[in-house]
């Protein structure tokens, strides 16, 4: 069966610090993966989708960026965080239907 | 373009009461249609899908059907649990933009 990991789980880090924050799919090959945000309390905010390695597409220009090394790794970075990027960040991997599913989440605060 | 409109919330119910959450779409064909739940600190869990026309979703007491001719996909459940008690989110694969297309979200409380 298909699995979706992240982390870490939590984060907190300081404004001007980087962050990395890593998503592994096991079970399935070449997926679409996904990389969302939640602000508390609000919806989901696409941020970058991948179709295959080295393929990203951005939703919205900001000062994070994605990376996708392996056929089952998505990475999400940035290499100076602002206030704005605390958030729940969500991996995920498209399934046959079109239908996705999502990793625990990581949640980042940035102070 | 594609979106997906959903009853705002919160939506407070007693234990064993009936729930429906209406959401309606806008698209172009005839999108794949999804709920889905998140419960407190948790990420997003499938909970149904339909992918065509009068498709009816189904699970853990859950039901929504796929109306074409009012672009619906309400969710129902007849007894509503405590633990029923999250986010919910409706949803639209749209094949134009190669995403989901989310509503807002509807949080739900069951109280005892």
């Known amino acids: 069966s298909q699995t979706i990991h992240q982390w870490p789980a939590t984060l907190v880090q300081p404004v001007g610090s980087p962050l990395s924050l890593e998503c592994t799919v096991e079970?399935?090959?070449?997926?679409?993966l996904y990389w969302y945000r939640q602000a508390a309390g609000r919806g989901l905010q696409l941020l970058f989708y991948?179709?295959?390695?080295?393929?990203i597409s951005s939703e919205v220009p900001q000062n994070l960026s994605a990376s996708r090394p392996q056929d089952r790794q998505f990475i999400l970075s940035s290499k100076k965080l602002l206030l704005s990027d605390s958030g729940f960040y969500l991996c995920?991997?498209?399934?046959?239907?079109?239908?996705?599913?999502f990793g625990p989440g990581t949640r980042l605060t940035v102070t | 373009g594609d979106s997906v409109t959903q009853m705002e919330g919160p939506v407070t119910l007693s234990e064993e009461a009936f729930l429906t959450i209406n959401c309606t779409y806008t698209?172009?064909?005839?999108?794949?249609l999804f709920w889905y739940v998140q419960y407190p600190g948790e990420g997003l869990q499938l909970l149904l899908k339909?992918?065509?026309?009068?498709d009816k979703g189904s699970n853990k007491g859950f039901e929504a059907t796929y109306r074409k001719e009012t672009t619906s996909f309400h969710l129902e459940k007849g007894s509503v649990q405590v633990s029923d008690s999250a986010v919910y989110f409706c949803?639209?694969?749209?094949?134009?933009?190669?995403?989901?297309?989310f509503g807002a979200g509807t949080r739900l409380a069951v109280h005892p």
């Open positions: 991948s179709v295959g390695i080295g393929q």
């Open positions: 339909a992918t065509k026309a009068d």
């Open positions: 995920a991997w498209q399934g046959s239907s079109y239908e996705q599913y």
């Open positions: 698209a172009t064909g005839y999108p794949s």
């Open positions: 079970g399935t090959s070449n997926p679409n």
């Open positions: 949803a639209l694969f749209s094949g134009g933009y190669n995403k989901l297309i």
